[in-house]
């Protein structure tokens, strides 16, 4: 292969490691699930060089699936030989059918796991370890032409979200200042973890939600869907609203101690509650022991301060440098552990 | 109608008389419903391509420059080409065998190149692909019946001897190199075939002078294709049996018929006034369109970073993923369309059980895709452990959604061939299996193909059975093999849809829409080509 010029070197290596894993798999070798027993092997090899290999399967929420792709894309640009694949399955999806059963090596959720899902995976031996790796702020967003309710209160937003929301309702109904018209509702599906957040934050009752909505998992039909009418009501993840913020407006939310518009300052200062959350990634303690998985989650977490990733790419909030070398200690004691 | 006006009247009195009307409003009824799909489509892939290649940001002059140097000598060929219709059949062949050998030479590119890997194909090349070369030249020389069946036996056991001896036939070609590989297993067979075509179908020059050419150019270019950076030297060796040794012929014998020379001027116009569109505009400081489909696009991992990002990992995760499918299918569809048509039981018991096979093949059609996604995470993921959102899971289970809709096709096409043909054929003697061989397959493969062509689109632009297997949304390199995990065109453009900024709403996705509809219309070009070459044979 001496024709090799420096633009295809590189795909080219990558041709012959397809070739010798394209025979492995060719000869039978159909016990490799594709994760941990068959591909990983390559990377006890190589343990002693600074080259890493190996495959790393990260399953889960919707919402982390944006910062774990940025992180995933950076992890690879210094180590070529890792095969990051990254599937948006929603939290609980990814736990149930990919993390518990051993499928995944890495589950993003956007909320604390479940102490169900925890059981599962302990019946399946997969211990997971909690990682929070940035700021997630809700915004509820309001037609740019809706002047009445861009201050909101708890109590008012789950008149409106709330199960006893009728399909009829008004604004005038939820305040009598608002004008009398049909409230439309663009919100997150069942399926989601934003769906679950909101309801737990704003209802104080995960699933209490009005049926009286449009769902979606698409948080640019929710942007449409609020664009189109100036009595629509909506609300999303913040990355969205960060990076289009004059499609719409950001309600700010009042909990007791005046409105806080939402935005990175102060998310991350812990003023916009109760619609700000954490996000977590949950590695399988027992792949940590495999270096490529390793690194990666460290490197992950060093990720989680910056702010060129996190705030700008992404849209979600960086965590703080102590916050980071704590969830890094951690990791590295459940490393060890793992031996 | 009638002549007289008179008669006219007794007509009307006698028959209430016959309304137009009636018959003008369903024509035009029909002629809207044949518009309407076409128009709405036009209309999106006019939005899609504007997005992709991104036409907003080229200046009035830079579109002045492709009218003067493009559209006009263009259009005033085909003008003259009216007139001259066998100087518009000239430039329709050129351009005909340009393109395809294009697009052909991109698809044995990814598919002996980057998924297969030369080691891998020449080891199945000389397990499988020399004894059946060598057969079939024998065959050709010697009437010896056992050849068929030898045939048969190296289709069955070549697969197992290639998988078998996979490690020292594979370092046989790791020896050799890439471009070794191709040049035996790819320019030899190419100088063959090329003999053969310029002897049988061409008078003029001698088939051995062009098998030696085909041997000894690509080895004269290799200085000049070592000093571009983009063509290695394998991909060379690779477009050269597509593309410059098809066009070299047919421009050749269109430059040696008297009639046919002007023709080529069509296509000569059309390369440089391209060449001309490329170089002028940035000569003269005018803008240019900003494409978001272009080299970079095809050959980079996904990215947040819209201007970075990349379908390469998809596109070849499809690819990798149809070729599959495509010879699963063929095999397994056609097989058993056969059995139905042609060897089925059709009366008494046994008849009734084909007729109720025959029924549910056509339901299964129509069921819904995402089953068929349950079906293979539990069949292949799960039980046969291929595992999750792997190659081959995802081959198989696309495979058994097409299926119904490929033996549908392939029984259409066979029953289509008259029985008289079939009577003949037994009433000279021929067994049944000659006559499948001889009478019945040759006039159905076109049918065949057609149908086949078109399950595939289906399954290529197929999201959700992908999504229940587990296939990723993202991966930033192509599948390590057939077990390693895959992602395909549809899941990342999908991906991408829901991203919140412009450039990608706009840009990204769009480029990713028009790769894929690239990659669908290779398809079907090749598979038309195929066909047609079927059509003309003269069995």
């Given at each position: 292969?001496?024709?090799?010029?420096?633009?295809?070197?590189?795909?080219?290596?990558?041709?012959?490691?397809?070739?010798?894993?394209?025979?492995?798999?060719?000869?039978?070798?159909?016990?490799?699930?594709?994760?941990?027993?068959?591909?990983?092997?390559?990377?006890?090899?190589?343990?002693?060089?600074?080259?890493?290999?190996?495959?790393?399967?990260?399953?889960?929420?919707?919402?982390?699936?944006?910062?774990?792709?940025?992180?995933?894309?950076?992890?690879?640009?210094?180590?070529?030989?890792?095969?990051?694949?990254?599937?948006?399955?929603g939290s609980g999806g990814g736990f149930e059918n990919f993390f518990c059963p051993g499928e995944s090596d890495i589950n993003n959720a956007s909320r604390p796991i479940k102490d169900g899902e925890q059981e599962n995976c302990t019946d399946n031996d997969v211990v997971p370890h909690e990682v929070v790796v940035a700021t997630d702020a809700l915004t509820v967003v309001i037609n740019n032409e809706n002047d009445w309710a861009t201050e909101m209160t708890v109590e008012e937003l789950e008149q409106v979200w709330g199960p006893d929301a009728s399909a009829d309702q008004t604004w005038a109904d939820v305040n009598d200042q608002w004008p009398d018209e049909e409230i439309e509702r663009f919100g997150a599906a069942e399926t989601s973890g934003t769906f679950d957040y909101f309801t737990e934050t704003i209802m104080g009752e995960e699933g209490a939600h009005t049926q009286d909505y449009e769902p979606t998992e698409t948080d640019r039909t929710i942007v449409q869907g609020v664009q189109g009418s100036p009595y629509a009501i909506g609300y999303f993840g913040f990355a969205y609203f960060f990076q289009n913020p004059d499609q719409v407006t950001a309600v700010a939310i009042d909990d007791g101690d005046g409105a806080v518009k939402p935005s990175l300052e102060t998310a991350s200062s812990g003023e916009y509650t109760p619609l700000s959350r954490p996000l977590f990634t949950y590695p399988n303690e027992a792949r940590l022991s495999e270096e490529h998985i390793a690194e990666f989650m460290r490197y992950f977490i060093e990720q989680s301060t910056n702010e060129k990733v996190v705030a700008e790419q992404v849209g979600y909030v960086p965590r703080s440098d102590e916050q980071a070398q704590q969830e890094l200690d951690d990791l590295n004691a459940a490393i060890e552990e793992m031996g | 109608m009638a002549t007289g006006t008179e008669r006219q009247g007794t007509d009307r009195a006698a028959f209430g008389g016959v309304s137009r009307l009636r018959g003008v409003v369903f024509r035009y009824v029909t002629f809207a419903a044949s518009l309407f799909g076409i128009l709405s489509l036009a209309v999106l892939l006019g939005y899609v391509f504007w997005d992709a290649f991104g036409l907003e940001t080229a200046a009035p002059a830079w579109y002045a420059t492709m009218v003067v140097t493009v559209v006009l000598p263009v259009a005033g060929f085909l003008l003259y080409a009216r007139r001259n219709p066998l100087a518009g059949r000239t430039a329709l062949e050129l351009a005909a065998t340009a393109t395809g050998g294009v697009l052909s030479g991109f698809a044995l590119v990814v598919v002996l190149e980057v998924i297969a890997g030369p080691g891998l194909w020449f080891a199945y090349f000389l397990a499988m692909g020399v004894p059946l070369g060598a057969l079939y030249l024998y065959g050709r020389r010697v009437e010896a019946s056992w050849t068929g069946l030898a045939v048969l036996g190296v289709l069955v056991a070549g697969p197992v001897v290639g998988t078998a001896l996979l490690g020292p036939l594979s370092r046989i070609g790791g020896f050799l190199g890439g471009p070794g590989v191709y040049y035996l297993s790819v320019i030899a067979p190419t100088a063959l075939v090329a003999r053969h075509v310029v002897d049988e179908y061409l008078d003029g020059p001698n088939g051995n002078y062009v098998a030696l050419a085909t041997l000894v150019a690509p080895i004269l270019a290799a200085p000049a294709i070592d000093t571009v950076a983009v063509l290695s030297r394998s991909v060379w060796l690779l477009f050269f049996p597509t593309l410059v040794v098809p066009f070299s012929i047919v421009a050749g014998r269109n430059l040696a018929t008297p009639g046919r020379r002007v023709g080529v001027a069509g296509p000569l116009a059309f390369a440089l006034g391209v060449g001309l569109l490329a170089v002028v505009p940035d000569l003269l400081g005018v803008a240019g369109p900003s494409p978001w489909f272009d080299w970079q696009y095809v050959t980079s991992a996904p990215s947040q970073t819209a201007e970075q990002a990349g379908l390469y990992p998809a596109i070849i995760g499809s690819i990798f993923m149809i070729v599959l499918v495509a010879l699963l299918t063929l095999v397994l569809g056609v097989g058993a369309a056969l059995y139905l048509e042609e060897y089925a039981p059709s009366s008494g018991p046994a008849g009734a059980v084909t007729q109720f096979i025959r029924i549910n093949i056509s339901n299964l059609a129509g069921v819904p895709s995402v089953v068929y996604g349950i079906l293979g995470l539990a069949v292949f993921a799960n039980t046969l452990q291929f595992g999750f959102g792997t190659v081959a899971t995802a081959a198989f289970t696309l495979s058994l959604l097409i299926l119904p809709i490929v033996i549908i096709s392939a029984r259409e096409a066979i029953r289509s061939v008259p029985d008289s043909l079939r009577e003949a054929s037994y009433g000279m003697g021929a067994t049944r299996w000659q006559t499948i061989k001889n009478v019945i397959m040759p006039r159905a493969i076109p049918g065949i193909l057609t149908g086949t062509i078109l399950a595939l689109g289906r399954a290529i632009g197929e999201t959700a059975p992908l999504i229940m297997i587990g296939v990723a949304t993202t991966k930033f390199s192509p599948p390590s093999g057939l077990f390693g995990k895959m992602t395909a065109m549809p899941m990342q453009v999908f991906t991408w849809s829901s991203y919140p900024s412009e450039a990608f709403q706009h840009g990204v996705v769009a480029a990713g829409v028009v790769t894929l509809l690239v990659v669908l219309l290779t398809m079907n070009s090749v598979a038309i080509l195929l066909r047609n070459e079927f059509e003309r044979g003269d069995y």
């Open positions: 292969m001496t024709d090799d010029k420096t633009k295809t070197a590189s795909r080219r290596s990558f041709l012959t490691t397809a070739g010798a894993v394209g025979a492995a798999g060719l000869a039978g070798c159909t016990e490799e699930s594709g994760n941990s027993n068959g591909e990983s092997g390559g990377s006890e090899g190589t343990d002693t060089s600074t080259e890493l290999s190996g495959a790393i399967n990260i399953t889960g929420s919707s919402t982390v699936f944006p910062l774990a792709t940025a992180v995933a894309e950076q992890f690879r640009a210094d180590n070529p030989e890792v095969e990051i694949s990254v599937q948006s399955t | -």
